[in-house]
């Protein structure tokens, strides 16, 4: 047999017998990878997206707004179009600043573009359902027409006017929904609008009949599509009353939806990953002794420290690349929901090689992490010491015993089984703390002030970039939480087995049941409450950092209220696995222990 | 006897371990009377069930039938809460393998049962001082159970069994991992014991420390065989067998 042959029965082998710890280590690195995966994406999907609407709608590289109307700053624009760098032009056209009511009363403000029948040349909508424009009817912006719940046949109301709704169509030459205005009304401030497309005639019929706000736009096209920045400084003093704005800043307001949703992700992960680290790191060393033996076993047999260090990480490292693909293919499903929250953009997007390599090296890192400490000892212990190695010894700690000492029970054996791992312990109160601190993101998120996308600021249209938000870090929560009540679980199980010939004497000298289960799980409980309190100023510094300026911290009885969630969440979790460990019979456990 | 007089009181126990026809009794229909201040050794080879019957005197297992009494209580209907608050009062046991606390020191070993008895840490430690000053463990209290010798060791364990003051010492084959040094140590301080009054119940396949008893029971296929109520003093037949008479 030869030796890959052998490294990979070995590994398979050693998997069957511990499903639950395969099982684990797969879920941790599938979660972080494909979050990661995630946030790594969105600037790519989000440019990939853009591109291919700009191609399909035949984006301008440049659009020009003017906040003024009449002879001057038609002759102003015009101008622009005799600039021997611009190849193609469209418009000037009108841009009527209106309100939109939909049949069931939601409004918002609408941007109208003043458009021929037939599209010309340079940005020509795509129609993805109805017809284009066509007198007395208006053409609806995907996006806009989504968050409306507004579809073709509907009417709607513009500045008084119902309109039935003749299509829905997706531009590059503006931003996604709710940056359509590009421009406020006389070249100020925008406020949240939508699009809409009517003919020129309706257009100039709607902002005359009430006196309504108007900027006229030209769109450009460039000999270079890159050289937008150069026409700009070009033009800058003949276009002060003008704004051109380049199709790279389009694309870059495009990204303003998922400013935050790159931080949740990317943070996300690695607050992730860091869980599956500790999670698996702590299954590992609860079988250490065990791999320990199993490499003496080997080494007797004549296998090299070399084949056994192989033995070992290739049944981490196969799982966690199982895991990264398994990430990488939910990353791939879900990228365009996580990265086009709105309908504005067409087109699809996979994931490129340097995001696929990143969560690889994510992936083998968790499983490198987790198993480097056991591997390690397993090549460097004598064959002979590892055949008879015994559990983990304990420090003698005469002072923590001492003060154990003077308290109950389940205390005393809480403290003392602390004690006996305190590294345990110190994972267990970063698993905890790591919880926490997305808990109060979380709550953070919720307490910020958000203006709705309807008319005033009205959340009758709900904010989509603070819903996106929210939803996605809901996600990470749960999925953190997730990884926190296995690592939970595993934690309390792995003290229990490891204290287990301590806790049977302790029976045996009169400890109940009882005293056993609450002290395991006060074991945990100590620790987690540690966590909970750093996790709570960690998650407000943290999101200090990041968070806008003016951002709204939660109400402290409400981070109060989640972190001692938290502490009760764990004392419940420990519980059960307490409560099954206590019940193991004394005598079977002290038998075993004697053999 | 009154059930109260005895120490320990066994009626037709019975243990049986596995099911259908790997169904093994290790105890089979046992009756017992232990009296308060006898010492009584339990002999038999491996496997008769002599170690499942010191379990079910302790109330570490459960029996599959009869009665056990232990300081004229019932014990085999109790909830293994009640058994822990028994055994703390009650019973106190040596293993073979002595099974301590490795991390806690010699000291600290022998006041855990006060502790979990809620005495409190003063009264525990001053406890525990005078036990391993009697085990003439003084000079090592403050030692790890890994810095002594096998015979120490159990000697800390005898000190531990005694921190509650209990009724009746189980020892499961006290000497079974000591050399003949410790043995006669074990044995010294087991005559001590029967000396003070202490009841005892030695599991044990070393005939010198069956030959200290008061009364020596023979075990075979879970079943007592033999009930001998030995002459002379344990003092006598101890010194007898170390060589310090005449």
């Known amino acids: 047999m030869g030796p890959t042959v052998l490294v990979v029965r070995l590994a398979l082998a050693d ?54 109307t009449g002879p001057a700053a038609t002759s102003a624009l015009a101008s622009l179009a005799d600039d021997p760098e611009v190849t193609a032009h469209h418009g000037p056209y009108r841009i009527v600043y209106a309100d939109l009511t939909t049949r069931d009363s939601t409004s918002s403000p609408v941007v109208v573009h003043g458009f021929a029948e037939t599209p010309g040349a340079l940005n020509r909508p795509l129609v993805t359902s109805g017809h284009w424009v066509r007198p007395g009817g208006t053409v609806l912006e995907r996006g806009f027409a989504t968050a409306l719940g507004a579809g073709v046949g509907d009417h709607v109301t513009i500045a008084g006017r119902s309109y039935p709704v003749v299509g829905i169509a997706v531009t590059a030459a503006t931003s996604i929904y709710p940056w359509a205005a590009q421009i406020g009304p006389y070249g100020g401030p925008s406020d949240y609008t939508g699009l809409a497309w009517m003919t020129r005639a309706d257009a100039r019929a709607l902002a005359s009949s009430r006196d309504l706000p108007v900027t006229t736009a030209l769109d450009l096209k460039l000999r270079d599509p890159d050289a937008t920045g150069a026409f700009i400084d070009a033009h800058r003093a003949s276009t002060l009353r003008m704004n051109l704005r380049s199709w790279q800043s389009t694309a870059e307001q495009d990204m303003v939806i998922l400013r935050n949703t790159q931080p949740i992700l990317v943070i996300g992960s690695w607050l992730l990953g860091f869980l599956a680290v500790t999670g698996v790191a702590a299954l590992a060393a609860g079988r250490a002794v065990e791999q320990t033996r199993r490499a003496g076993l080997l080494k007797a047999v004549g296998a090299t420290p070399g084949l056994i260090a192989t033995v070992l990480l290739t049944e981490y490292l196969a799982l966690a690349l199982i895991g990264d693909a398994l990430g990488l293919v939910i990353a791939r499903l879900t990228v365009p929901a996580a990265a086009s929250p709105t309908a504005s953009r067409i087109g699809a997007a996979g994931l490129t090689g340097p995001t696929v390599a990143a969560a690889t090296v994510l992936a083998v890192a968790v499983a490198v992490l987790s198993t480097l400490r056991p591997t390690l000892r397993a090549m460097r212990t004598a064959t002979v010491t590892a055949l008879t190695t015994t559990a983990h010894q304990p420090r003698h700690r005469p002072r923590l015993t001492a003060l154990s000492a003077l308290l109950p029970t389940p205390l005393l054996l809480g403290l003392r089984l602390t004690a006996r791992r305190p590294g345990r312990a110190v994972l267990q109160a970063c698993s905890t703390a790591t919880t926490v601190t997305a808990i109060v993101a979380l709550l953070t998120l919720h307490a910020q002030p958000e203006r709705g996308y309807g008319l005033d600021g009205s959340s009758v249209l709900p904010n989509l970039r603070g819903e996106h938000d929210r939803g996605l870090m809901l996600a990470v929560t749960a999925l953190l939480i997730a990884l926190a009540v296995v690592n939970t679980l595993t934690f309390t199980w792995t003290t229990a087995m490891e204290a287990r010939a301590n806790m049977a004497i302790a029976r045996t000298l009169g400890a109940t049941p009882g005293q056993i289960t609450a002290g395991l799980s006060l074991a945990q409980l100590l620790p987690a409450l540690l966590g909970a309190a750093i996790g709570t100023p960690l998650g407000a510094g943290l999101l200090s950092l990041l968070a806008a300026p003016n951002a709204v911290e939660p109400p402290s009885s409400r981070l109060l209220a989640a972190a001692l969630a938290t502490v009760l969440a764990t004392a419940a979790l420990t519980a059960l696995p307490a409560r099954l460990a206590a019940r193991v019979p004394v005598a079977q456990t002290l038998s075993a222990e004697t053999a | 006897m009154n059930v109260s007089d005895a120490a320990v009181r066994v009626r037709g126990l019975v243990k049986t371990h596995g099911r259908g026809q790997s169904r093994v009794r290790a105890v089979d229909e046992v009756d017992l009377e232990v009296p308060r201040g006898q010492t009584l050794a339990v002999m038999g080879p491996s496997g008769c069930g002599k170690s499942t019957l010191l379990h079910l005197l302790g109330g570490l297992e459960r029996p599959t039938g009869g009665e056990v009494w232990v300081a004229g209580r019932r014990i085999d209907t109790l909830s293994e809460r009640a058994l822990a608050r028994m055994r703390r009062r009650s019973v106190g046991f040596v293993f073979q393998a002595f099974h301590l606390v490795e991390e806690l020191s010699a000291a600290e070993n022998v006041e855990l049962p006060a502790l979990l008895a809620g005495r409190s840490r003063r009264q525990a430690r001053r406890r525990a001082n005078l036990l391993l000053e009697r085990v003439g463990l003084a000079a090592r209290a403050r030692h790890l159970p890994s810095q002594l010798s096998g015979g120490q060791r159990q000697r800390v364990a005898v000190a531990r069994a005694l921190a509650n003051d209990p009724l009746v010492v189980l020892a499961d084959e006290p000497t079974g991992n000591l050399d003949t040094t410790a043995s006669l140590d074990m044995l010294r301080i087991f005559e001590d014991l029967r000396a003070a009054g202490q009841t005892l119940i030695i599991v044990t396949h070393d005939e010198r420390v069956a030959a200290t008893a008061d009364r020596l029971v023979s075990m075979r296929d879970g079943m007592f065989v033999d009930d001998t109520r030995l002459a002379g003093t344990g003092a006598g037949r101890l010194g007898g067998l170390i060589g310090l008479e005449g």
């Open chain 1, 15 to 68: 998997m069957r017998r511990h499903k639950i710890q395969a099982a684990m280590l797969l879920l941790a690195v599938t979660v972080a990878t494909a979050t990661m995966t995630l946030g790594l994406s969105l600037r790519g999907v989000n440019d990939a997206l853009y591109e291919q609407t700009r191609a399909a709608t035949a984006g301008p590289d440049l659009v020009a707004l003017s906040g003024e």
